[in-house]
């Protein structure tokens, strides 16, 4: 389920709004080691700024 999330907020990373909305998604459907997962990936992926940008509660 991580690789899939990781590949639809791949997909959806051109728009901050999609990008939040798939993103809570995540957080809502995979298990708590896999979120902080995500989150690092996010970080690595897209930069700090961005994904706090899309998601104010992600830091």
Not at 14 to 25: A, G, I, Q, W
Not at 38 to 59: E, H, M, N, R, S
Request: some cysteine; charged content about 25%; overall charge positive.
């Amino acid at each position: 389920m991580l690789e899939y999330c990781k590949l639809i907020l791949e997909k959806v990373s051109f728009d901050v709004v999609l990008f939040r909305r798939e993103f809570r998604k995540a957080l809502r459907n995979l298990l708590p080691h896999e979120v902080q997962d995500l989150k690092q990936w996010c970080i690595t992926t897209f930069g700090l700024a961005y994904c706090v940008a899309a998601d104010p509660a992600f830091a």
